[in-house]
């Protein structure tokens, strides 16, 4: 009586053994990579741009629920050759996991999820939950490398509506002042949390409320456009509010809540035109003919259940077994006196330091030559994990909202290093309280990388060679190097700072070289 009232479904023959089969393998799958799937959900915790995400699995299963009446009309079948794509997605995951790559790992093991379906459901399965099963692609916390470029078109939009209002206004990079104030576009006015959200609630009213391709993909392409442009007025807005208020609105907490007030009207205007245009629902499938009346199911899905299980199992006990055995800290300590009559000063450069966390050893020094002055920081990678790792977007030259230095502009150098030389990540720092007024307070900043003896500025090479290293057994002794000097309009920080290369960079690569070999 309780069951009838409740209508609770009644599982069809046809799926009782390889809906066992699936949920074990789901639950190896959830095992094998916990310390994935934990990542995910730490940065769900910790980042507000990816809070969304904590939605995505109950949405997944809702619509896969509400599909259920299609699906009992399906006969799964294993698809043996889902194994391939799935063996590759393992692969995957290994390499991003040597390369300290989060997002290439989470991706990696979203796609086992997804394509355990097919392997033990069959085809025809897979294809039904196409939609759901992308869908999941949502909780993987990817996006943040769209943040730099969404930064500068921000920027670029905002200092040209507030000329064309008629407002003056000085810029350097991202940071630009006007008559009643300073104002900088940081991470936060990136627009990246109102994109990816957006996008993931733009897809699912897209699947809810039309058929047809067309229609979809338009929507999805709104929903992508509608946030980024938003985010340019929003911008301009809130600048154009504190000006007018004397800097009393629209500068503080308020503005935080004013901006997600305005993506919510947004987003409201959104799904209004949107369902202007929404198709009836799709009639409901009909069971399909062929369906087996015993409803068995072959005894293969077994076998290749067994084969799923060993194949994800394996790239995680691989890394365990290679898993480098604890050594000592690596002693790192510059040299009090260096080539060329370079010395160490008790007088720092500046008070500036690169914000580079979780590593290994790190050493800094200032050293003086004639009427030169560098300073020198190296920050040292030895048994890196998730959170100590070489390259990382938590570090960085200056921090988001730094209070005391902004970051004017990136480009590239060419290092004067025996024997060729090499190309080097350049920055142009400068104090906030200076911003606009003198360039001399501003800073000319080196930086590059050291794998295991080799120099790239590349976050992408080091990554590689990070991962080179590992594979081949030479662990994963590495170094971040930050060289920089005072800038002025006679570009003394760059002279000195080719000459301080010119000078040391064979010493300093000789001690790094000692370093990695002290264990």
Same mark, same amino acid.
């Given at each position: ?52 995400? $904590?939605? %995505?699995?109950? /949405?997944? @299963? ?5 599909? =259920? #009446?299609? +699906?009992?009309?399906?006969? !799964? ?79 670029? $939009?905002? %200092?040209?509506? /507030?000329? @064309? ?5 000085? =810029? #350097?990079? +991202?940071?630009?002042?006007? !008559? ?340």
């Amino acid at each position: 009586m309780i069951a009838q009232t409740l209508r609770l479904p009644v599982i069809p023959g046809a799926w009782q053994v390889p809906g066992i089969a699936f949920l074990t393998v789901m639950a190896m799958l959830l095992g094998a990579y916990h310390q994935t799937a934990g990542s995910m959900v730490d940065i769900w915790l910790r980042s507000d741009t990816f809070a969304h995400a $904590f939605a %995505v699995p109950p /949405l997944v @299963l809702w619509l896969v629920w509400r599909q =259920r #009446e299609e +699906l009992s009309a399906l006969v !799964p079948r294993p698809m043996v050759w889902a194994l391939a794509p799935m063996a590759c997605a393992a692969a995957a995951w290994m390499v991003g996991r040597l390369a300290m790559a989060n997002a290439v790992e989470q991706l990696a093991f979203v796609s086992m999820l997804v394509l355990a379906v097919p392997l033990l459901l069959g085809r025809q399965v897979g294809w039904a939950l196409l939609f759901p099963l992308s869908f999941l692609f949502f909780a993987v916390p990817v996006g943040e490398f769209l943040v730099p470029t969404m930064m500068q078109w921000t920027a670029d $939009f905002t %200092v040209m509506a /507030l000329r @064309l209002s008629g407002i003056p206004v000085y =810029r #350097e990079g +991202l940071q630009f002042v006007i !008559p009643t104030g300073h104002w900088s576009v940081v991470d936060a006015c990136s627009g990246i949390r109102y994109l990816v959200a957006s996008l993931m609630v733009g897809s699912l009213f897209a699947y809810l409320n039309y058929r047809t391709v067309n229609r979809r993909l338009s929507f999805v392409a709104l929903s992508i456009l509608a946030p980024i442009v938003a985010n340019w007025f929003r911008a301009y807005l809130t600048v154009m509010l504190g000006h007018l208020s004397g800097n009393k609105l629209a500068t503080g907490f308020d503005h935080l809540i004013y901006g997600w007030l305005f993506f919510g009207v947004v987003i409201m205007a959104l799904f209004a035109i949107g369902a202007r245009w929404s198709q009836a629902p799709a009639a409901p499938v009909q069971a399909k003919a062929g369906v087996s009346a015993d409803g068995r199911m072959p005894r293969a899905v077994w076998p290749v259940g067994l084969m799923a299980v060993v194949l994800l199992c394996l790239p995680p006990l691989l890394l365990d077994l290679a898993a480098p055995q604890a050594s000592t800290a690596p002693r790192l300590q510059l040299q009090q006196r260096l080539t060329a009559d370079w010395r160490a000063t008790d007088q720092p450069v500046t008070d500036w330091t690169p914000s580079i966390a979780q590593a290994s050893a790190q050493a800094q020094r200032s050293y003086r030559s004639n009427d030169m002055e560098v300073g020198v920081y190296i920050a040292y990678y030895r048994n890196q994990d998730s959170k100590h790792q070489l390259v990382s977007s938590a570090n960085a030259l200056v921090k988001d909202q730094d209070p005391y230095w902004n970051l004017l502009s990136r480009g590239v150098a060419s290092v004067p290093a025996a024997p060729l030389g090499f190309e080097a990540g350049s920055a142009e720092i400068v104090s906030a309280s200076m911003l606009g007024r003198s360039r001399n307070a501003g800073l000319m900043v080196w930086h590059w990388y050291w794998v295991g003896g080799v120099v790239t500025r590349s976050d992408l090479v080091a990554k590689v060679l990070g991962v080179w290293q590992r594979l081949t057994g030479q662990g994963d002794e590495s170094a971040a190097l930050v060289l920089y000097a005072q800038q002025d309009e006679t570009d003394r920080g760059r002279i000195a700072l080719q000459s301080f290369v010119r000078d040391n960079w064979s010493l300093l690569d000789q001690q790094l070289r000692e370093t990695s070999h002290r264990k």
